[in-house]
């Protein structure tokens, strides 16, 4: 009676390669059982000095870099990329690649979220989504590789606009597959969405108060998840964007509250719906038109230091870029969302079972190319 | 807000000396690496700057210096507002700001890692992408890169070379 078990603290090690932890990255854990008392993430393991290897390359040369930079979402990366070094350098981009550009971009918005949404049932236990999922992606594959040829990394986008014109009936294979995509995510919704053991596995797991969000600098669906009516492409909009009528989600504590593991998930499905609305847009509005603006062959960028933002699907993607006024930029860095989403982790995971700290970081959405750079 | 409504409000917030640097895409706003915290403190707590997030935190080499760079942002005013420090190359040192906004303390310690700025007051300042073992700090101009790494090999292949701008 009253005897007390004293119990020690033990440090295990998760990863670096662990299928949960969503590319090669390190998680050390102190659990008392099955309670996690101390989280500390382990990152750099794919740190490929993007940044330095910028420095080196003349500023068409290192679009391609920045594919790598995101590789879930490469037509978002080019684009933050490519909108900075216009912005600097003052290229109008014509109509027409405009409207090229927000429709790849957010076709790839969709395929990133998916992979986000499937990959967190998979973490959970529930493989089918996942498959479903990626075969949906497969069509946005084709899709995209019918405007480019690539499948993964694009290289896409160019200083100035896009390198080449979509095929003749393009916009039609792109409405089609919006149809049958909608009945596609009723179907996924019935499968996880709306599952109560789903359900129950994410709400109220991880939240992030609306202080906590912005005081670690949380960016994009992880910053709207905790209540932030927050998006780049409404506050401070870039491209044909003013133009476009889309809605901004933001959590609303649907299961339970605000900020919580359910609630980044529902932003990012209700993200989907809302690129498919802007998507449809295009396709009425898209104008015939040259698709590159006329750039020199050396860009040479007035000096200075410069700091453009984009949204991407994991939130704002800053870059700082330093120009000399060379051909090849003096010091460039990214800030990424998933290198912020990652900081928070060792905040929100003390007191949280381990197997909850799987579904916290696939709701975080984070990309280990994108956190180590 | 525009930059000199801002730049007003940062002169009555706090009595250090700040100095407007403009170039070709704005303005930024110098500060010594004393005063660094106060004016830093002052953009998060003036209810007019309200800056409640850092954005971004980097530092650049600059001939015999490091120029650091806050990015700072305002969700309730919706204004953007970027403050630069320089400190010197060898021993250069700032005050930490993970107080005033916990997300700095990775991107301390990813401008400690790669430029080598010792960040004051930093809970726990050690390197983020490298290994620990790893000697200087790559995103300095000087940088050599080493050739050997416990014993791997790091020379550029003849293919590597060829592709190397001269």
Redesign the interface.
């Known amino acids: 009676m009253g005897k007390q078990l004293r119990t020690e603290l033990m440090t295990i090690n998760m990863g670096p390669q662990h299928p949960s932890t969503h590319g090669v990255i390190r998680f050390i854990i102190k659990t008392d059982g099955e309670i996690v008392h101390e989280c500390e993430p382990d990152v750099g393991y794919l740190h490929r000095s993007i940044e330095k290897i910028g420095e080196q390359m003349t500023w068409q040369g290192f679009v391609p870099f920045t594919d790598r930079v995101d590789y879930l979402a490469a037509m978002n990366a080019n684009w933050a990329f490519c909108l900075g070094v216009e912005q600097m350098i003052g290229t109008e981009v014509p109509r027409r690649a405009e409207f090229l550009r927000v429709m790849v971009g957010e076709l790839n918005r969709i395929s990133s979220h998916l992979i986000a949404i499937g990959a967190t049932a998979m973490d959970l236990g529930g493989f089918t989504p996942f498959i479903q999922l990626l075969r949906e992606r497969e069509y946005i594959n084709d899709l995209l590789e019918l405007a480019c040829g690539a499948r993964l990394t694009y290289n896409y986008m160019c200083i100035g606009g896009v390198h080449y014109d979509v095929p003749q009936n393009w916009n039609e294979k792109v409405a089609e597959f919006l149809t049958h995509f909608e009945l596609a995510m009723e179907q996924m919704n019935r499968l996880i969405s709306y599952n109560r053991i789903f359900i129950n596995r994410m709400a109220k797991v991880g939240t992030v108060t609306r202080e906590d969000a912005i005081g670690y600098n949380l960016v994009g669906p992880n910053l709207r998840g905790s209540g932030v009516q927050f998006d780049l492409r409404r506050n401070h909009p870039y491209s044909v964007y003013p133009e476009l009528e889309f809605d901004v989600p933001y959590g609303q504590g649907r299961e339970g509250e605000v900020g919580d593991s359910y609630d980044r998930y529902y932003v990012r499905l209700e993200e989907i719906r809302e690129s498919i609305k802007i998507i449809r847009q295009c396709i009425k509005m898209i104008p015939e038109g040259d698709v590159k603006a006329k750039v020199k062959n050396s860009i040479k960028p007035p000096v200075g230091v410069f700091h453009s933002k984009t949204e991407t699907p994991r939130g704002e993607t800053g870059y700082l870029i330093e120009s000399d006024g060379k051909t090849s930029a003096y010091r460039i860095k990214i800030r990424t969302g998933s290198f912020t989403a990652m900081s928070i982790i060792p905040k929100i995971a003390p007191g949280m079972f381990i197997a909850d700290l799987i579904a916290v970081i696939g709701s975080l959405d984070v990309v280990a190319p994108e956190l180590d750079r | 807000m525009d930059s000199k409504q801002i730049f007003e409000a940062l002169q009555g917030a706090v009595d250090h000396e700040i100095e407007q640097v403009e ?4 303005v ?1 706003f110098k500060v010594k690496p004393e005063g660094l915290f106060d004016v830093l403190k002052a953009c998060q707590q003036n209810p007019e700057l309200a800056c ?5 935190q ?1 530092g ?2 600059v001939d015999e210096a490091i120029q650091l ?1 806050y ?1 700072l942002y305002s ?1 309730a005013h ?1 204004h ?1 507002l ?1 403050v ?1 420090c320089e400190v010197p190359l060898e021993g250069g040192k700032a005050p930490s700001v993970v107080e005033l ?3 700095a ?2 991107l301390e310690r990813e401008t400690y890692d ?1 430029l080598g700025v010792q960040f004051t007051g930093h809970p726990d300042l050690k ?5 620990e073992d790893w000697e200087g700090h ?2 300095r101009k000087d940088y050599v890169f080493p050739e050997f790494y416990q014993g791997i090999d790091n020379r550029p292949s003849e293919i590597t070379k060829s592709f ?2 001269k």
């Open positions: 170039d070709s895409y704005g930024k409640d997030a850092l954005t971004n980097t650049i080499h760079y990015v969700y919706h953007e970027i630069n906004w916990p997300g303390d990775w790669l390197r983020i992408m490298l290994p790559p995103l190397q701008l």
